[in-house]
């Protein structure tokens, strides 16, 4: 079974950076691949980076990318979102997602397993 927990988020400053971890407490953590979203207020949720279960290979959306670095270490049975350069358009609750898979999707429908989230607020 899959139970993730995330971890790191808080109010920060724009032009702060962060890093949220996600933990696995399974011990099958390698054999999915995950993903980070974000919901903020009054939006939907959307993809915001995702990497394969080796770690190999990684997606970014768009409004990240340059700012944005996901990483695992399936050691740790852990998955990293560092986020650089803050800005307060950043502000949501971020979730990670696991697939049992070997694709990363934008479409969260395809995730199986999710966690509670962690609240990221950036103050201009």
């Known amino acids: 079974q899959v139970q993730l927990v995330e971890s790191g988020g808080g109010l920060v400053q724009a032009g702060d950076s962060l890093r949220l971890s996600c933990a696995d407490s399974?011990?099958?953590?390698?054999?999915?691949?995950m993903g980070w979203f974000r919901q903020a207020p009054g939006r939907e949720r959307e993809f915001v980076a995702g990497?394969?279960?080796?770690?190999?290979?990684?997606d970014f959306a768009d409004s990240v990318k340059g700012r944005f670095t996901i990483s695992r270490d399936n050691a740790k049975n852990t998955v990293y979102l560092q986020i650089n350069s803050l800005k307060p358009e950043d502000t949501a609750v971020y979730y990670c997602a696991a697939r049992n898979g070997m694709s990363i999707p934008r479409d969260e429908t395809q995730y199986d397993y999710w966690g509670q989230g962690t609240q990221v607020t950036v103050s201009s």
């Open positions: 399974g011990r099958t953590f390698s054999r999915y691949a």
């Open positions: 990497i394969i279960r080796s770690g190999g290979s990684a």
